[in-house]
């Protein structure tokens, strides 16, 4: 609809208030980053950085340097994911583009202009438009908050993108050290097995020992040594997985990782009402819930909006030579008479109802997370708990008891290897356990939003490693 206003001074009333509504929306000054980074220290601990200029590149090359300098620690491994995983840097380029969309949403459009020129033998007429379109002005502070939820909505899965790749870091880093840690006790064991099965062969040749024992201790030493291999396979993939995470290439590939894992523990904390923290505290539910108020929003401007295309107001000036200058104003509107827009509405509503339901799927979904989560953290702090107290302990007693029987000459060299290899199930089966502990505590944080609702953490102590039985070499031969 072309509306045309009958004096010049008028144009320049209404373009005056087009310039001041036109910068009343701008970008902000950190893109909506500083969420992100907030969410980062708040509930990690950690930093948060996005890269945009050369400074930011060699500060971040400067901080990962600091880090790799020494063994990781989980928190290192955390950080260093967080400076340098390049997917994060992605997600963070989602808030630049809904800004954008934001900013776009709170500007009016630009206006047009239109010049004609006409003459016939006598008649010369020149037409001159200046034209806009109204329908944004009035939409324009409903559009704008729509884009302003959406906006938020974009920070916060940005930011539990952030936090998706800071519990990807744990447990690569779990898993890492864990296979890591295996492989120098499978080396241990084959050493040993290498030596009993030489000092099998001897005692066979001396006649001291069955072709049958000879043989097992044979087979168990080329177990071994097929196991460190599998063993030393799986602690490269599980490297080069925490190398992916934290987004390193290079020299710093080179990062030295800890003999053993952390700890467990000497306590489990007492984590009450966890399902009503992570509804309070999970950021995807936080996202649904701004995407269904957005989408409602919309409804509403659909149904507003729904019997109007194109509304456009503009100013004329018209001149002919025989008649001088026209002025007047003209009004143009879509006559609803094929389509009333119920298409658009039910549309809308559909979209809405999508929009209510995964709401309602993503807190059942994350209500059974935390207990499925919480009932693994448990278990597995349990079972490793059992293995550092129990069954660990209760191996290397049974090992020291047995080499003093041995020593003695009260027991034989075949309970002695028999023993070995006992052992090599007990410290692979803590080892495992401890792992599994730590990743269950990982998988619960991220389940109830990247943090526990307690800050409480228990004081740890190294757990004893029971190491494989002595070889007799020296007291057979």
Known sequence: MNQRFLSAGRLVTTVSIVAVLAGCTTFSKDGGFNSVANVASERLGKDAVI???DDDRNAVFTRTKELLAKPL????????????????????????ISEADLVQAGRLPNPGFTFSRTHSSNDLT???????????????PLATRIESRRFEQTKLLTADAMLKVAADARRAYTTAVAAQQSVAYAEQVK????????????MQQAGNFSKLDY?????????????LAKTRQESVSAREKLTRVMGLWGSGTQYQLPDRLPDLPNSRPELNDLESFAMQNRLDIQAAKLQT????????????????NALDVGILNNYETDKGHEHGYEISVEIPIFDWGGSKVARAQAIYMQSANRLAETAVNARSEVRESYSAYVTEYDVAKHYRDEVVPLRKSISDELML??????????????DSREQVGAVNSYIEALKDYWIAETDLQQAVGGRLPT???????????????????????
């Open 73 to 96: 620690t989980m928190d290192d491994a955390v950080q260093v994911a967080l400076l340098n995983n390049r997917g994060l840097q992605v997600s963070y380029g989602e808030l630049g």
């Open 191 to 202: 050493d040993s097995a290498e030596a009993a099965a030489e000092l099998a062969q001897r």
């Open 51 to 53: 890269v945009k200029t």
């Open 455 to 477: 800050l409480a953490v228990a004081q740890s102590h190294p757990a004893p490693l029971a190491q494989p039985a002595s070889s007799p070499n020296s007291e057979g031969k």
């Open 293 to 308: 108020q957005s989408v409602a929003t919309s409804l509403g401007l659909t149904k507003a909006t729904r019997f109007i």
């Open 215 to 227: 043989a097992r201790e044979q087979a168990f030493y080329a177990d071994s040594v097929a196991q």
């Open 126 to 140: 020149i037409g001159r438009t200046f034209s806009m379109g109204i329908l944004s002005i009035f939409t324009l």
């Open 405 to 418: 029987r041995y020593n003695g000459m009260l027991a034989s060299v075949f309970e002695l290897l028999a």
